[in-house]
């Protein structure tokens, strides 16, 4: 649906959704690449406007389906390895959700990045990846939070390897193929809570650890330069 116009509302979809990604791409690579660049001008100006932190988050229905494709591609896994309940579908239908991704592997074997993104993602995983990647080019750390921005962060480190140094993982979550990212990723989690939502919930939990560790290294005193006897 449109939505009302606001200030804060950056529109930016290039069409109303993406096409059924187990018969045909989910998008153009002309319009995967629009949405990175749309992702990446957000993160422009919200550093522009002083974040030295950012949390890409996403809303929405049915996108571990997408997630959890680019991820069994990337990582070279079957769909059943890294398909979730997403918001908590019953075995039957976990099951189709399972046939449908594996329709859309067997439907192309690309293995580019971007083209991964094209024939599998959704809008919001490309405009996560542009945040993402514009973070890390203006040396910005990203708190990474949940399955489906997983899903972006592994296409990102497979096109700019040097993302993953300004990659901090929040949450393990209740996806079954988080734990196979974040593996891949070679990223240790903030903590163990079972959460399931994404939208940056558990990267909003996470931001005061990582605020709190920045301070420790930054301003706490070492013993010997706190005259500590004996260090």
Do not use: W
């Not at 979809?13 to 990446?40: F, K």
């Not at 075995?91 to 293995?111: C, G, M, Q, W």
């Not at 083209?115 to 490309?126: K, N, P, R, S």
């Not at 990223?187 to 940056?200: A, Q, S």
Request: hydrophobic content about 50%.
């Amino acid at each position: 649906a449109d939505l009302p116009e606001h200030p804060a509302l950056v529109r930016a979809a290039v069409r109303r959704g993406t096409h059924d990604l187990s018969v045909q791409a989910a998008m153009s690579l002309d319009e995967a690449q629009a949405l990175i660049l749309s992702g990446a001008a957000l993160a422009r100006r919200a550093i522009d406007d002083g974040a030295d932190v950012l949390i890409p988050g996403e809303m929405g229905i049915g996108n571990t389906t997408p997630a959890a494709a680019i991820t069994a591609r990337l990582l070279n896994l079957d769909a059943a390895q890294v398909t979730g309940r997403g918001t908590g579908v019953d075995d039957a239908r976990l099951a189709y959700k399972v046939t449908v991704i594996r329709a859309a592997l067997e439907r192309t074997p690309t293995t580019d990045p971007l083209e991964v993104l094209a024939q599998f993602g959704g809008f919001e995983i490309a405009a996560m990846l542009g945040v993402m990647l514009q973070a890390a080019a203006m040396r910005r750390a990203v708190i990474l939070d949940g399955f489906v921005e997983g899903s972006a962060a592994l296409i990102g480190v497979a096109l700019a390897p040097h993302l993953r140094a300004y990659l901090f993982p929040a949450g393990q979550c209740a996806e079954i193929g988080h734990a196979a990212q974040l593996a891949h990723l070679h990223l240790t989690p903030m903590f163990h809570l079972n959460l399931r939502l994404g939208e940056g919930t558990g990267g909003v939990l996470a931001a005061p650890l990582l605020l709190g560790a920045a301070a420790t290294l930054r301003e706490m005193r070492t013993f010997a330069e706190a005259g500590v006897p004996g260090a």
